[in-house]
């Protein structure tokens, strides 16, 4: 499995909806979450890049999905935080039709790292994120996020909670879950061979399409 530099990761452009997208071809990696659950500090984290989340914080672009390539064929995508509490009813209906279009239609994309606060994960808003995920059989891999607030105890029991509720909902194949920190650094690596797993078998399959050309 080839390894990616997350490193250089720079940002290309800003959609409104699937439409403005990139050319739906090779392969991405969504990111969401509630506002306020760390993705711009996780997305920061893992391509060690201050400047990357501060891209999708610039006012215009929160309710943007935004693009950041690792290579010509491989994208990390930063979807819009939803739960704030004032986004007029309008909008909040555009972009749940934006995503849900997204999660459908885009062939590309390989899998979402959902974000939420350890503290109080699986919220309303996060199960219903989820299940749209599960509903378009995208693989999910869940950052229990700011792990660095909770003792190691009942960080691993949180976890380990998570865990249970993806096996009685019978989703544990197609959702994991894992504590991070982006404060402490904590999961980075595993957070990596997730994504390498998602952007890289992809990577084969289309060298692999080229080498033989579909059977009419
Ligand atoms: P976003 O709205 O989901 O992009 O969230 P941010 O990344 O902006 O983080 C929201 C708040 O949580 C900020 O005040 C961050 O400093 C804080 N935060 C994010 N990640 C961590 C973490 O790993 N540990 C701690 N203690 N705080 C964090």
Redesign the pocket.
């Known amino acids: 499995m080839n390894n990616i530099n997350y490193r250089q990761a720079f940002y290309t452009l800003s959609a409104p909806s699937i439409r403005q997208c990139p050319a739906d071809s090779g392969a991405e990696v969504a990111f969401a979450?509630r506002?306020?659950?760390?993705?711009?500090?996780a997305i920061n984290t893992l391509t060690n890049n201050s400047k990357l989340?501060r891209t999708s914080k610039t006012p215009g672009r929160t309710q943007l999905i935004n693009f950041f390539e690792l290579s010509e064929q491989q994208r990390l995508v930063d979807l819009p935080?939803y739960g704030f509490a004032k986004v007029p009813l309008k909008m909040k209906q555009e972009w749940e039709r934006n995503l849900t279009e997204y999660l459908h239609d885009r062939q590309c994309l390989k899998g979402m790292v959902l974000?939420m606060d350890c503290r109080h994960p699986m919220q309303e808003l996060d199960v219903m994120m989820l299940n749209w995920a599960i509903e378009a059989e995208r693989p999910v891999h869940i950052l229990l996020?700011?792990s660095?607030?909770l003792k190691k105890g009942p960080a691993q029991s949180t976890l380990l909670a998570v865990r249970k509720h993806l096996k009685d909902a019978e989703v544990d194949d197609l959702v994991t879950a894992q504590l991070f920190?982006?404060?402490k650094k904590q999961g980075v690596e595993t957070l990596m061979q997730v994504l390498n797993g998602w952007l890289a078998v992809d990577i084969e399959a289309s060298d692999n399409e080229e080498m033989e050309p579909q059977k009419k």
């Open positions: 979450g506002s306020n659950a760390g993705k711009s500090s989340a935080g974000m996020t700011k660095d607030k920190s982006s404060l």
